[in-house]
C-alpha cells in the first residue's frame, strides 16, 4: 500500500490549507485512516482520523478547526484546516490502518503557519 498525500504549505495565521491523502496498492481494506504530526522537538501527536464506518477523532488542539472527510471509492481522505495557528506548523503525515492491522505512512507534507 502506498499513500501520497499534498496539499501542504504556507499561510498566515487565520488562513486554511486542505490535504489530501490517497491509498493505493492491491489486496487491502481501509480500516483508519488520518493524519498526525510531528513539530520540531516534539513527539508525532494524533491529528484526527476516521474510521470505515465513518467516525471521526480528533486531538484536543484541532477540535473545532479541523475537519477531515473520507471518500471511500477513492481511498482517499481529507483535513480541512480552518483558522490556522503558528503552533500548528508541522510535517503532516498521512496514517492508514488496514482490516487486516497493518499500518502505513505517508511521505510527510509540511505544514507553515505564519505569524
Known amino acids: 500500500v502506498q499513500l501520497q498525500a499534498c496539499g501542504g504549505g504556507l499561510v498566515q495565521a487565520g488562513g486554511s490549507l486542505r490535504l489530501s491523502c490517497a491509498a493505493s496498492?492491491?489486496?487491502?481494506?481501509?480500516?483508519?485512516m488520518g493524519w498526525y504530526r510531528q513539530a520540531p522537538g516534539k513527539q508525532r501527536e494524533l491529528v484526527a482520523h476516521i474510521t470505515s464506518g465513518g467516525g471521526p477523532n480528533y486531538g484536543d488542539s484541532v477540535k473545532g478547526r479541523f475537519t477531515i472527510s473520507r471518500d471511500n471509492a477513492k481511498n482517499t481522505v481529507y483535513l480541512q484546516m480552518n483558522s490556522l495557528k503558528p503552533e500548528d506548523t508541522a510535517v503532516y503525515y498521512c496514517n492508514l490502518f488496514t482490516l487486516s492491522r497493518r499500518e502505513y505512512w505517508g511521505q510527510g507534507t509540511l505544514v507553515t503557519v505564519s505569524s
Open positions: 496498492g492491491s489486496n487491502f481494506r481501509i480500516n483508519i
